[in-house]
């Protein structure tokens, strides 16, 4: 009668984990088609332009699928002492990034629920990350509109005290090549 228990015992836990399994892959799958996260990978490889407004210098954005294609890293200002780098990628329903900022904080952001005329937006979700309050001096937010097949226009908010203080604009070609890593 004990190995008949255990052996049904076994056969009960094996189905619950290959249920359960079943339903994590099904998540993973449904969370890799989000069409806010397939914009992302769209855009892939190597961006070149200048700011058209705010003070930063000319730049170079890169885009690179990573982890299995379950998340996107962006480099911003590639290559300059305002190198900054942000990872985008699923949080159950919701496209979610951490901004590794030159500032030296890393602010969460959440993409808005759907791609609206090849524009993405992201906005702070009240997670400053490593301030002291969400008052202190962070990026806020961003949108990336693809206007074309090979323009990019990249678009940021910086915020300090609940007032913007700069806006950010770039207006990128993709280049050929592709992300040096």
Known sequence: MRKILT???????????????EEQTGQATKAADDPRLEFLKSLAGTWVGEATEGEMPAGVFEFRVTAGGSAV?????????????????????????THYCMLGNQPHVTAAKRVVDNTLTFACNGKPGNTRSHDDKHIHGWTIKLDGENTLVYSGELVEEGELTEAPRFLLTRQQETASR
């Not at 015992?9 to 984990?17: G, M, P, R």
């Not at 900054?84 to 496209?95: A, I, P, Q, R, S």
């Open 73 to 97: 890293e962006e480099r911003e200002m590639v290559g300059t002492p305002m190198e900054m780098l942000t990872v985008y990628h699923m949080d159950g329903k919701e496209l979610v990034a």
């Open 7 to 21: 052996i049904t015992t076994l056969a009960v836990l094996a189905f619950t984990f290959s249920v359960h399994a």
